[in-house]
């Protein structure tokens, strides 16, 4: 365990499994990658990613207390209710029979809310 704790601390503490393995066969210590994983897990020695920078934003653990400053309603009328939005009417409200008045709402917007049939 000392000899890998070394090897991490030479290599800036930059080197994973797989870099740590071929190093530690470089220098003569004949040993699997899978025992060097387990060895570097037990002692809490860990690689950097080229792939991640640090993390700089992290997410607020309790509720979002941010205003709704639209004054959105997305409570849904009824069960079995599910709505959508589009900007443009396509095929698919014909083929789906969401084309009639009753499925449909004008928001103030513009944008015409089509009700998805309920699957049963």
Known sequence: MAVIRQVHADNYGVY??????????????????????????????????????????????????????????CKAPATNRVWVTGSTTDDCTARSGSSHPSNTRTTTTGTTLHRLPSAR
Not at 49 to 55: F, H, I, L, Y
Not at 58 to 70: K, V, Y
């Open 16 to 73: 994973g499994v797989r870099k740590m393995h071929a190093e530690l066969n470089r220098r003569g210590h004949r040993i699997a990658r899978c025992a060097v994983h387990r060895l570097m897990r037990a002692d809490g020695l860990r690689g950097i990613s080229r792939a991640k920078g640090p993390r700089t934003a992290i997410p607020g653990s309790g509720p979002d207390a941010r205003p709704d400053l639209l004054d959105r309603d």
